[in-house]
């Protein structure tokens, strides 16, 4: 299962790579970086068939992490794409928005990377 | 010169016209005389002759014969005589018949001239016709004549010395005082008015001296009391108060009104006093006090009547005189006896006149009592005293107004102060939120790879347990970088803080040698992020274009830094303003660009928002101008930034818009 991570902060990579090197040499995470709204949506389109966890930053420029949420909900039916929002702003605004446009979690910075790990093996 | 010559002209016509005119008159008479005489003595022949009476003819002749003024008398006899061809033509042939005296030859067509006077009168008898021939002697006419030259020459000379007499009696009493007049007129004319001319003749001529005395008068009062209006009218302060006594002791002399005191009393209804300015004897002024209504008798007196706009009149003896003395001594306003009095001893007896004006009462003190002429003069001066009074006291309530306003100006500059302090401070929240966001990524991250490191080192240890060379140098290298990063992120929040820092700093600062572009990217960011923190739904693509070859200037960074946040924040707030209207593929976008220019560096800043209307364009950079609903905006932002850009550093900040299309402002800084 693939593991599309979303943010504009590009040291996101290397922490990922790095946090779930275990599991990424063994196989049981796949991960795949994009560093805006847009550049995921190509993603998904670049992977249209296979399951997908989407974990995206929702502060970013351009297109935003909720639009992208938005996006994909409406766009993407079958299989429904799991969407993770990561976000530094915890407050209630941004969560209910999450929410309401579909969002499977709403995780908060500093990310809890073994809580994460376990919310994506229960998924998969 | 002219009086001389009508005197001349008079004598001149004595001396021709009149003997002229007697000497036709006496030549006409005797002329008359003569021709009546001729016609008596051609009646008297002809009636003789008619009787035929020889003698009688002699007896007419006698009738001017005893004449001592007769030449001669001759009896002419005329025949008619007939020409021989016709009967038509004739001549009258005179020939003389008698003489008187024989002697003389008689020519029958005789004349007059300047010697005698020739007359003729007819006469015709059936006898015999003719004339009588008078002549007569002018030896008389000429004496008379010469005598009525003499005469006249004598009247002319009597005639001339008079009118001389008279006439230098008219120049003195005429142009002496009309030249005095004129020789006065001048100097008044030069500012002397002091002038008067003596006129003690009760003629037209005395009458101008005094109208010339009165006119002098009244403009040497008009002098005063416009000195009176200028000197008080002049006065600015409290210091200048002493002047009063002092004018009005002056002035006084100078129009005449006989006085040895005087003050001025100004009258204050609201605190009941009478503010004082006295004066001694010899006109300096006995100070400024203030004197309750019911400190003496004399005050209430003067408050009363002052009330009923008269003039108080009070006479003092020498015991009133010491009994207001020592009042006033009592109550400090007088130091010693001797300065008010002017005198070892008091005086015997003081006129007191109070002549009432608007603020108060002008007082003049005096031997005699003032006469009303003298009266109306002080009254004049006091009523010039009011005026300038008045425009004295507008003068210090309009101080106060101004005094008022410039305590107003300076709170409302330190209000203005405090505005640049909250606007800094307001921007300052602004970026709070941006802050958060951008501190908080670097602290996580610091977090982040400082535990992945402590990870990395365990497996490190397990790899090179298995003896896997390849996994260590992998994980040393990740390593390597994990330390660089954590090193990269604390760099980062910690720039973020001292920006934060700097920013709410209240003074100057210095110029110092600044990376534009980093400062872009930073606050560009700053910005962006603050807006997302205050409002979720708001989003924007956002574009740095940064010209590497951009030289570090010398600018004053946190200052530089809130201009850009304040043009990207209007950048943002015009752009998220614009999405709001839910125009169709409508893109919020803001790019920053920077540019090298010689010897310059330009930062543009462009977003694709609503643009600025035409009519706002040029308030735009005015203080506490805004467009933002009340609360949103300190309308500073735009007017500091212009000021910190131009003045601060010497650029300039230009706009660019259009309705529709969206803003470009271009921030030009010198290198």
């Keep these: ?64 992490g909720l639009e992208l949420l938005e996006t994909i909900k409406l766009k993407y039916h079958k299989p429904p794409p799991v969407v993770m929002m990561i ?8 969560y209910n928005k999450a929410m309401e446009l579909g969002a499977d979690d709403f995780i908060t910075k500093p990310v809890d990377f073994i809580a994460l790990k376990e919310k994506i093996i229960t998924i998969s | 010169m002219t009086v001389l010559s009508v005197v001349m002209m008079f004598a001149l016509f004595i001396l021709f ?145 008079i ?48 109208a010339f005395n009165k006119m002098v008068k009244d403009l040497s009062v008009k002098a005063s009391l416009e000195r009176v209006r200028s000197v008080i009218a002049g006065m600015r302060g409290k210091e200048d108060l002493p002047q009063i006594t002092p004018v009005i002791w002056q002035e006084l002399i100078s129009v005449g009104v006989p006085f ?48 009923a706009g008269k003039i108080y009149y009070e ?81 210090k309530s309009l101080e106060k107004a101004k005094n008022k306003t410039e305590i107003a100006l300076e709170e409302l500059k330190s209000t203005q102060t405090q505005l640049i302090q909250s606007e800094k401070m307001a921007s300052l929240g602004e970026l709070t939120a941006g802050i958060a966001h951008e501190i908080q990524n670097p602290l996580n991250f610091v ?54 820092l700097e920013h709410s700093r209240t003074d100057a600062g210095a110029k110092v ?21 205050k409002d979720k739904s708001f989003n924007a693509d956002f574009t740095v274009n940064t010209d590497d070859s951009l030289p570090k200037i010398n600018v004053l960074s946190q200052d530089l830094g809130r201009v850009m946040l304040n043009l990207i924040n209007n950048a943002f707030y015009a752009v998220a303003k614009r999405a709001k209207e839910g125009i169709e593929g409508y893109k919020p976008n803001v790019v920053v660009t920077t540019k090298k220019l010689d010897k310059a560096v330009e930062i543009r800043l462009k977003d694709n928002g609503g643009g600025i209307p035409e009519k706002l364009l040029e308030k735009i950079f005015q203080p506490f101008f805004t467009t933002k609903p009340t609360g949103e905006g300190t309308g500073l932002g735009l007017s500091l930034s212009y000021d910190i850009i131009t003045k601060g550093h010497g650029g300039d900040l230009k706009v660019d818009t259009e309705e529709g299309v969206g803003t470009e402002f271009i921030i030009v800084l010198p290198e």
């Design chain 1, 1 to 64: 299962m693939k593991i599309l991570v979303v943010d504009d902060e590009l040291d996101i990579q290397p922490l990922f790579q790095q946090r779930y090197r275990k599991e990424i040499r063994r196989g049981e995470m796949d991960f795949v970086f994009a560093h805006s709204g847009e550049e995921a949506i190509e993603c998904l389109e670049k992977y249209e068939h296979e399951a997908v966890i989407i974990l995206s930053d929702i502060n970013m420029p351009g297109m935003s």
């Design chain 1, 87 to 94: 976000t530094a702003y915890g407050d209630a605004d941004n």
């Design chain 2, 447 to 500: 977090n982040n790879f400082a535990e992945v490191s402590v990870d990395l080192i365990e497996e490190l240890n397990e790899e090179m347990e298995n003896n896997n060379t390849e996994d260590v140098e992998a994980i040393k290298e990740d390593l390597k970088q994990n330390l660089i990063k954590i090193n990269h992120h604390g760099h980062r929040a910690s720039s973020i803080v001292k920006g934060m």
């Design chain 2, 17 to 161: 016209y009149f003997p002229a005119r007697q000497e036709r008159l006496l030549l006409e008479n005797y002329n008359n005389e003569i021709e009546n005489f001729a016609k008596t003595v051609a009646l008297g022949v002809k009636i003789a002759i008619t009787e035929q009476n020889f003698e009688g003819v002699e007896t007419a002749i006698d009738f001017v014969r005893e004449d001592d003024r007769l030449q001669f008398v001759s009896l002419i006899q005329s025949d008619t005589i007939w020409a021989e061809a016709n009967d038509i033509d004739y001549t009258i042939g005179k020939t003389v018949f008698k003489t008187f005296p024989d002697s003389v030859e008689v020519d029958t067509e005789g004349h007059s001239d300047d010697n005698h006077i020739v007359k003729s009168a007819a006469f015709s008898t059936p006898m015999m016709s003719g004339e009588i021939l008078l002549s007569f002697s002018t030896e008389e006419i000429v004496e008379s004549k010469r005598q009525i030259r003499m005469a006249s020459l004598s009247a002319t000379l009597v005639v001339f010395v």
């Design chain 2, 315 to 395: 006479h003092w003896n020498k015991k009133e005189f010491l009994e207001w003395m020592h009042t006033m001594m009592d109550l400090g306003h007088i130091e010693s006896s001797r300065t008010y009095q002017g005198d070892i001893k008091p005086p015997e007896s003081l006129n007191l006149h109070f002549v009432p004006f608007d603020q108060g009462m002008l007082y003049v003190g005096n031997d005699e009592q003032l006469a009303d002429d003298e009266l109306g003069l002080v009254k004049a001066l006091a009523d010039a005293f009011a005026i300038a009074y008045a425009r004295y006291e507008d003068f």
């Design chain 2, 163 to 210: 009118g001389l007499l008279i006439g230098f009696w008219l120049a003195g009493n005429i142009s002496k005082p009309v030249l005095a007049l004129r020789d006065a007129a001048h100097k008044v004319g030069e500012g002397d008015l002091t002038q008067s001319v003596s006129s003690n003749s009760k003629d037209e001529v005395g009458e101008l001296g005094l």
């Design chain 2, 513 to 533: 040698l600044t990376d534009i572009n980093a400062l872009a990217d930073e606050y560009l960011r700053l910005a962006y992020h603050g807006l997302r923190a």
């Design chain 2, 260 to 307: 040895n005191r005087c003050g001025v009393f100004i009258i204050d209804e609201k605190e009941a006093v009478i503010e004082s300015y006295l004066s001694t004897p010899d006109g300096q002024s006995l100070g400024i006090f203030n004197l309750p209504f019911g400190a003496h008798e004399i005050a209430g007196k003067l408050v009363d009547n002052w009330q």
